[in-house]
């Protein structure tokens, strides 16, 4: 089988993880296919790029667990051992973000505490005790002398988490953490490609990257009699109990579940710019993948760093503090503090609008029936008030809705995802629109905004919402193939009060909005990729965090600066578009 364009080596070898199963809609196909083939590589190479903070969450904690259960260090030795070393033990790994290693400390002694707990109830109903397995399981397949029809003659499967097993390995168990509350369920397609590996891999140690696998196949007689899958949330120190098979049942689903998701991932064709663009090898010669050198002017980072992604979510988030784009976006950490008002209030209406808008066939909002409000408050769960207020954002809508009058020939795409990328800074571009549809052959990007509070007039519009500065920036490099002299980009601001509704329209083929957006973005965006340390910001951001947990002086700043509700800011003058 040919390898794919940009890369280079063999591709006889499919690996696949458990992970590889999970359903992923917004997955490239093309980039899916490559990922499952270890010995393929990108052309040109991409040298190893060492990041300036940890930028894996469990690090950390995987290795302290190391320490704790196959070093059988004492609990506090590990967690000494951890703040004198500050996470880097022994010199292993980039330094870890002070937050992190608060959080570390904190999942620690929660999980050992889980582990005991389940331990002892498993006891209890009869079930042997499970000891910690150093190596990770793997089950291979013998290598063939032909390839089969998907060009692979050896395949190896693997899984994720802290694996344990009985004295006489009859009893396999394996605990995934998760960053918030433990996970209810995972997809079925998942479990079974997890339960597969733990019933008949063999603990093997891990290769260099580039090396090839032993000829022969894993064997270790018959393998676990019994499977047992546990979630761990790392937030709460909640467990979930995912699964806990037999072997035929693991066989039984293996072939309906895991199996299909599989195959799908090692022939998938066709590509799909987005995530995925950040960690493929074929990205050199990927023709769908819009390139907009210079988008805003940007400067490579010395020394060069991994290639990113970067949103208008990533510079909203490190524009209010670094820690926080660190700790939340980068390493997704949970401490469940539950969002405001303002934002259940936001996802309700969005919810309902990309509902509205994404039926076919197409129709405006201006004649469809507002919902009731025990309904959306029953949907959403919200409050009376919260609930009355998105119904009436929702009725203000109908008058500015831009598929009111649409016609049957043009094209409407909710929630759709731009994806650019900037060779020069290896950075992916992401945009995510509320609604793009067309209009006699224009684009027009929308971006809807819940609020309180009416437009502030102290700064432009692409200064206070930057998504909007980067679509400017995204229609004038042409990355969504239309001309920006016959496109537009809107602003609808959306309020509970009658009259209060505002629509705002910006044209991205004027010099002028071109030149702010660049400016805007490039204030941004620069900090941001320079960073090397990520130190926290204090403010009112600081209420909201879902890592102030970890966070000292961001807890410091909520203790000092209790929350309390704020009149809304009045507008200086009026625009146009009024409702």
């Known amino acids: 089988m040919q390898n794919p364009p940009g890369t280079t080596g063999h591709g006889w070898l499919i690996k696949v993880s458990s992970r590889t199963a999970r359903p992923a809609p917004a997955a490239c196909p093309s980039h899916l296919r490559t990922a499952v083939r270890p010995l393929l590589t990108a052309d040109p190479p991409v040298p190893f790029r060492p990041a300036p903070r940890e930028e894996f969450g469990f690090g950390p904690l995987f290795a302290a667990m190391d320490l704790w259960e196959h070093e059988r260090w ?23 973000h002070p937050a992190l290693l608060a959080w570390t400390v904190h999942t620690l002694e929660r999980y050992a505490a889980a582990r005991a707990q389940e331990q002892q109830t498993a006891s209890a ?66 479990k079974a490609a997890i339960a597969h590996v733990m019933a008949n891999g063999v603990p093997s140690p891990r290769r260099r990257r580039g090396a090839e696998p032993p000829a022969s196949a894993t064997s270790g007689g018959r393998g676990a009699d019994r499977v047992r899958v546990f979630d761990f949330g790392c937030a709460d120190g909640s467990i979930t109990l995912l699964l806990d098979w037999g072997r035929a049942e693991v066989a039984e689903r293996f072939a309906a579940h895991a ?8 022939t998938g064709a066709g590509t799909r710019p987005g995530v995925s663009c950040v960690e493929c090898k074929a ?36 524009g209010e503090c670094p820690a926080q784009y660190h700790l939340v976006r980068q390493l997704h950490l949970n401490d469940l503090t539950p969002e405001n008002d303002g934002a259940r209030r936001g996802r309700a209406v969005d919810a309902w609008l990309n509902d509205q808008h994404a039926a076919r066939p197409l129709r405006g909002c201006r004649d469809l029936p507002v919902p009731e409000e025990p309904v959306i408050a029953a949907e959403f769960g919200l409050a009376a008030q919260q ?71 102290g700064s432009s519009l692409l200064h206070s919402y930057p998504q909007l500065a980067l679509a400017v920036l995204l229609f004038s490099a042409g990355a969504l193939g239309s ?90 003058n009026t625009r146009s578009f009024h409702v």
Not at 259 to 266: C, G, K, L, N
Request: proline share 8%.
């Open 283 to 318: 990205i050199s010669r990927c023709t769908a993948l819009p390139r907009t050198p210079h988008l805003w002017d940007g400067t490579p980072t010395v020394p060069t760093r991994r290639r990113r992604s970067l949103s208008a979510w990533d510079l909203r988030l490190y």
């Open 483 to 572: 001309d920006p002299n016959r496109s537009w980009i809107e602003l609808e601001h959306l309020r509970e009060g009658r009259g209060d509704s505002r629509l705002e329209r910006i044209d991205p083929g004027r010099p002028e909005n071109v030149a702010e957006a660049r400016a805007v973005i490039a204030g941004l965006a620069q900090p941001l990729l320079d960073d090397t340390t990520y130190e926290p910001r204090t403010g009112r951001h600081c209420h909201g965090c879902q890592a102030r947990t970890w966070c000292g002086p961001g807890s410091v700043y909520t203790a000092d600066h209790p929350q309390h509700p704020e009149p809304p800011r009045q507008a200086e």
């Open 74 to 96: 004492p609990l506090r030795r590990v967690i000494d051992e951890l703040r004198e070393t500050r996470g880097v033990f022994r010199g292993r790994g980039a330094p870890v």
């Open 259 to 266: 199996a299909p998701a599989f195959h799908q991932a090692a």
């Open 387 to 457: 609930a009355r207020e998105v119904t009436r954002m929702l009725d203000a809508h109908r008058a500015l809705c831009p598929l009111n009058g649409i016609g049957a020939e043009e094209q409407v795409l909710v929630q759709h995802r731009v994806t650019a990328y900037i060779p020069e800074l290896d950075v992916v571009v992401l945009a995510v629109p509320d609604l793009l549809s067309t209009y006699r052959g224009r684009w027009i990007w929308r971006e809807t905004k819940t609020s309180s509070s009416p437009l502030w007039e």
């Open 125 to 190: 109903s009869g079930l042997p005790r499970t000891e910690p397995v150093r190596l990770g399981w793997t089950a291979r397949t013998g290598r063939q002398a032909a390839a089969d029809a998907r060009g692979a003659r050896q395949y190896e499967h693997t899984t994720w988490g802290r694996q344990y097993s009985s004295s006489d390995g009859s009893v396999r168990d394996l605990w995934i953490p998760s960053l918030g509350q433990a996970k209810r369920d995972r997809a079925a397609a998942e």
